[in-house]
């Protein structure tokens, strides 16, 4: 499966982005990654299929109640929705993949990766 981030750029304090990721082809669990520089690569949302048209987001406690993940399953396509963005978001967000049953919040489970996009918050 290969995964394709859009959607980066740069904001001031309290706006918002929407990130893409874009597969090629359909997988069980989706997620959404980021790095900040000499910081480790963050955990910050994921999305499981449960069934069809069944979900299950889980997020950061940092992201919570301002990002929204969501995925268009007719499209292959992932969705980060990024409100009231702070500079402490600042960083290289990636889309991970993962055919495994269940959804897990660690990097070293993702068998499949973007190659980012970047997010820049000034204050």
């Known amino acids: 499966v290969q995964l394709q981030e859009s959607g980066g750029g740069s904001v001031q304090s309290g706006g918002s982005l929407k990130l893409s990721c874009a597969a090629s082809?359909?997988?069980?669990?989706m997620a959404w990654f980021r790095q900040a520089p000499g910081k480790e690569r963050e955990w910050v949302a994921n999305?499981?299929?449960?069934?069809?048209?069944?979900?299950?987001?889980d997020y950061a406690s940092p992201v919570k109640g301002r990002f929204t993940i969501s995925r268009d399953s007719a499209k292959n396509t992932l969705y980060l929705e990024m409100n009231s963005l702070k500079p402490e978001d600042t960083a290289l967000y990636y889309c991970?993949?993962?055919?495994?049953?269940?959804?897990?919040?660690?990097?070293?489970?993702?068998?499949?990766w973007g190659q980012g996009t970047q997010v820049t918050v000034s204050s």
């Open positions: 991970a993949a993962d055919q495994r049953y269940g959804c897990s919040r660690a990097a070293a489970d993702f068998a499949y």
């Open positions: 082809g359909d997988t069980r669990c």
């Open positions: 999305i499981y299929r449960l069934r069809k048209f069944t979900y299950y987001n």
